[in-house]
């Protein structure tokens, strides 16, 4: 739910409702006892406070019934990767030693568990690099809280690191996508010869404010109100933490994150554990990142990048729309680019094989050509 700023707002409103919810429940309960209200009240008093303390579970019903997504994948080879600003970055390796290297980036606000269902699929012909990103899941944050996108990208380059002298290809979600572009911006030595390709997934290239449905009235609304909240859950986080934990009691945040951030056929398991993953996290945390997103801007990178390229996105993405995705191909010498039908913002979990083939499609084609072949767009 933390992924970009509009989900961020979204889910903090709803969190807000539920808790005025709450409130308003106690209040007819309270003037019920006082005897000041007739019984219909008093019961629709009880009915609010019960909404909001489990509404979930009748909010989740509406939802359509999914395959349950795969365990989550742990463990194994993993290693600890110390950065200079003291954060400590946790690594994990699956696949065949020696096999094609590709390095996966989630989103922000996942940890490496969003990867699931597409290293399963991925991690029987290649050489899987993920991580965990400053401050999520298993890696710690910077000494100093310091976070942008550029000192993300100087992280992600650690972790390519890691592959040794094999080249890679980085594929990248949400902010995962935007740290690539700071990658290539900053390091260009690297395409070609470390980095033989890139995949960009659902992620903007400039503020993901300018990209998401109802950008105008977002910019209006990004001093007045979201960046309140956004100092709101950095500066008070417990009680930030306490309302995203109401807002998930009443289901609230299940149905901001189905409405702005997936698409139709999202299942009730993949709304969970949308939700769930932003619970895990201190919400200061996320706020720091989504304040660094505000202020990315890549936006004279794309044409500078000349290894092979694949833009992917969902068509009902609300928090980067495709037009923002056909821009970015665009830009990209020889990218191409794929719309996968029905899905939204959350594409490992929602079409985790069209992911994967897109994936493995992309590194084949680069392992073997070297460089960027001249490619039609794809739809």
């Not at 509404?55 to 997504?69: K, S, Y």
């Not at 550029?150 to 992600?156: I, K, P, Q, T």
């Not at 996508?177 to 395409?191: F, N, T, V, Y």
Request: aromatic share 6%; charged share 20%.
């Amino acid at each position: 739910m933390f992924a970009l700023p509009l989900s961020f707002l979204f889910g903090t409103l709803a969190s807000f409702a539920a808790l005025a919810l709450l409130a308003g429940g106690i209040a007819l309960l309270a003037a019920a006892v006082r005897g000041a209200l007739d019984p219909a009240l008093a019961w629709a008093g009880a009915a609010m406070v019960l909404w909001a303390l489990g509404g979930r579970c009748i909010v989740m019903a509406t939802f359509p019934r999914g395959e349950a997504p795969p365990p989550a994948m742990r463990g194994g080879s993993g290693k600890k990767i110390q950065a200079p600003d003291g954060s400590v970055l946790h690594v994990e390796f699956d696949g065949p030693a020696g096999a094609p290297a590709i390095v996966l980036t989630q989103g922000w606000g996942m940890d490496l568990r969003a990867w699931q269902a597409v290293r399963r699929r991925l991690s029987e012909r290649y050489r899987l690099l993920l991580w965990d990103l400053p401050g999520v899941g298993r890696s710690r944050p910077p000494a100093d809280g310091g976070y942008s996108v550029v000192r993300m990208a100087e992280d992600l380059r650690r972790v390519i690191d890691e592959a040794g002298q094999q080249p890679v290809v980085v594929v990248g979600h949400g902010i995962g996508g935007m740290m690539i572009l700071s990658l290539c911006r900053l390091h260009p030595d690297l395409q070609g010869r470390r980095v033989k390709g890139i995949v960009m997934m659902s992620a903007p290239f400039a503020s993901p404010l300018a990209g998401a449905a109802g950008a105008g009235l977002l910019r209006m609304l990004r001093w007045p109100l979201l960046e309140p909240l956004l100092l709101f859950a950095l500066l008070l986080w417990p009680l930030a933490w306490l309302l995203s934990l109401l807002g998930y009691a009443s289901g609230f945040l299940h149905l901001a994150v189905r409405l702005c951030a997936m698409g139709r056929a999202a299942s009730r398991e993949q709304v969970e554990l949308v939700v769930r993953s932003g619970l895990r996290n201190k919400p200061a945390i996320l706020a720091r990142g989504l304040r660094a997103m505000l202020r990315f801007d890549e936006s004279k990178t794309p044409p500078r990048i000349p290894v092979a390229a694949r833009v992917i996105g969902g068509e009902r993405d609300r928090l980067v729309g495709p037009a923002t995705l056909e821009r970015l191909a665009g830009m990209i010498r020889g990218a191409d680019r794929i719309i996968i039908a029905g899905a939204g913002h959350y594409l490992p979990l929602e079409a985790p094989v069209q992911v994967a083939d897109a994936i493995a499609e992309l590194a084949d084609r680069a392992g073997a050509a070297g460089r960027t072949p001249e490619r039609p767009a794809q739809e």
